[in-house]
């Protein structure tokens, strides 16, 4: 039998399957964002569904876990007057700490947005508490606050006023935990300082060709020009109020009486003093509830207050009616 040889130029060679750079290209967005993904799934997103499990169990650290239902959260309502006292100094606290700390930033804000020099420095030098630790503010403030030798105090004698003993008296430890909190708000200094500067000098030059002093300026230009940074700082604030631990632990330990008993001491004192890890999760699923509400809240009430450049805002005009209560224009109709 002959052999028939093909010629070279009709033989097929199979190449080897290789991975373009056309089927990598889809996959690459994802390889960049997955430590992100995994991170937020185990770190984030586990343990908060975990919690939201193990607050229906009596889960303590060290014994046999027991599935219990709502318990939990029928004692904390019917059966724990701690939970409604740190509940109620919580809300003290953020009635007072939520609009001090807007004013304050709003304010340094507006004193770093003047051209004047030495600006740079005191950004910096208001913006540096907020990066000390929370142990190391607290000693700072203990320091400040003693009965004792507090240099707070020293400066009230020297006007003749006799300062209290801040962290020992109910009437004033409160407001102590305001003042403190208040000294690390640079984070928020400086988005109100952004949002100042993204104003357009057009409007104060407009608003001053038709008679507006500085404080009609400020009411009518600045501040429905800077709404949605104040948005963003009064939610943030609301969660920090609710938040609140590092400095009444320290400094107080939620004394005296309670009178600085927050509501996050609560939840840390049942997880890792009482060892009720349950009950704890339940504690912080309240708050949670309590946090996403406000928040809601304030969304939905932005959209009367909240101007964003470029929007206009118009009411809708109401239908004119005839005597017979019938909208203008449809009389024929209803014949």
């Keep these: 039998m002959a052999h028939t040889q093909v010629p070279y130029s009709q033989q097929q060679t199979a190449a080897p399957k290789r991975l373009g750079p056309k089927r990598w290209g889809g996959a690459v967005p994802y390889l960049f964002i997955f430590p992100w993904i995994f991170g937020f799934l185990v770190f984030t997103l586990g343990p908060l569904l975990f919690s939201l499990v193990i607050s229906f169990f009596d889960w303590p650290i060290v014994g046999q876990v027991t599935f219990v239902g709502i318990d939990n959260y029928v004692e904390m ?30 304010g340094l804000a507006m004193l770093l947005n003047q051209k004047v020099k030495g600006s740079a420095f005191f950004r910096t030098a208001f913006y540096l508490p907020s990066v000390i630790s929370g142990v190391a503010l607290a000693m700072i403030w203990s320091w400040v606050y003693s009965g004792d030798y507090g240099i707070l105090n020293f400066f009230l004698s020297l006007v003749g006023i006799e300062g209290p003993d801040w962290l020992n008296d109910t009437k004033w430890s409160l407001v102590a935990m305001v003042i403190a909190s208040l000294w690390g708000q640079g984070s928020m200094m400086l988005i109100f300082l952004a949002g100042l500067k993204g104003i357009p000098k057009d409007l104060y030059e407009s608003a001053s060709m038709d008679g507006a002093g500085k404080i009609r300026q400020f009411f009518n230009v600045t501040i429905p020009m800077i709404t949605p940074t104040l948005l963003f700082n009064l939610i943030t604030s609301i969660i920090a109020a609710f938040q609140q631990l590092t400095l009444a632990l320290l400094l107080t330990g939620g004394g005296p009486l309670k009178s600085t008993f927050f509501y996050a001491m609560y939840m840390y004192e049942n997880a890792f003093k009482y060892f009720k890890m349950g009950y704890s999760a339940a504690n912080a699923w309240f708050m949670f509830l309590i946090v996403l509400t406000l928040t809601f809240l304030v969304f939905k009430s932005s959209e009367a207050w909240v101007f964003y450049e470029g929007e206009m805002k118009t009411k809708k005009a109401k239908p004119k009616r005839n005597k017979a209560g019938v909208p203008a224009g449809r009389e024929g109709r209803s014949a």
């Design 77 to 106: 309502f019917s059966n724990d007057p701690l939970f409604w006292k740190s509940l109620l100094v919580t809300l003290k606290f953020a009635a007072l700490f939520v609009p001090l700390n807007i004013i304050v930033a709003l």
